[in-house]
């Protein structure tokens, strides 16, 4: 079993459609990223949390530490936003656990 | 602010030969990350620097790779004798200090025949 499970793996939605990416681990952590990959392209750092909930235009994420659980958010989706999503967390070992990612595709 | 910068960006080898991939890290970021992404898969941490020491390692397969990072600054990452199933992206990534943001570089995509 993996330390850090996303869903949906594969996730397609209309243009302008409220997308909700889910992340669950099972290890103590320090922070959890929300990471951003392009086809062929690098990787972008969306959020990096410890606990609440973070805004950057229109994208949210939320962590609950005693469920261990985060959700990235994207509101008014946009074909722009296809990109695969990671989860990743820093377990309190200081070791690295990543998520397969979640494949998104937004339709025009 | 410049980014992280890695060479090559591509690179075909046959296997058994030896590869090398560079990282330049943005500059005054202690910690330095090389990640292994295997198509279809998330990327796997394969080292880990601070300045230039090693914080973990435990997923390096020791026997055919290497890295280091003498000055603190740039770092390689080495892989002799390659392997087909060496085949993937390398990320280097690097942040201020270990509980900061990572940033990314680019990777190298490696093709091992």
């Known amino acids: 079993k993996n330390e850090v499970e996303q869903s949906p793996q594969n996730l397609t939605a209309q243009e302008g459609e409220f997308i909700t990416i889910n992340c669950s681990y099972s290890?103590?952590?320090?922070?959890l990223h929300w990471l951003q990959q392009h086809p062929g392209g690098g990787i972008v750092s969306l959020f990096m949390l410890s606990s609440g909930k973070k805004k950057h235009g229109r994208l949210i994420a939320t962590i609950n530490i005693q469920e261990k659980h985060s959700s990235l958010h994207i509101t008014a989706s946009h074909p722009r936003d296809s990109a695969v999503y990671i989860c990743a967390v820093r377990s309190t070992g200081n070791q690295f656990y990543f998520g397969t990612g979640t494949s998104l595709t937004v339709i025009p | 602010e410049a980014g992280v910068a890695q060479s090559p960006r591509y690179k075909i080898i046959e296997k058994r030969q030896s590869v090398a991939f560079w990282c330049n890290p943005i500059s005054g970021h202690a910690t330095l990350y090389w990640y292994q992404q295997i198509l279809g898969q998330g990327p796997k941490l394969l080292i880990q620097f601070q300045n230039n020491g090693v914080v973990d390692d435990s997923q390096l397969p020791k026997d055919r790779f290497s890295a280091e990072r003498l000055k603190g600054v740039d770092s390689t990452l080495k892989i002799q004798p390659a392997k087909l199933e060496d085949s993937a992206v390398y990320l280097c990534?690097?942040?201020?200090?270990?509980?900061?943001?990572?940033?990314f570089g680019p990777g190298t995509r490696l093709t091992v025949t």
């Open positions: 290890v103590g952590i320090s922070a």
């Open positions: 990534a690097s942040s201020l200090d270990n509980s900061y943001e990572q940033y």
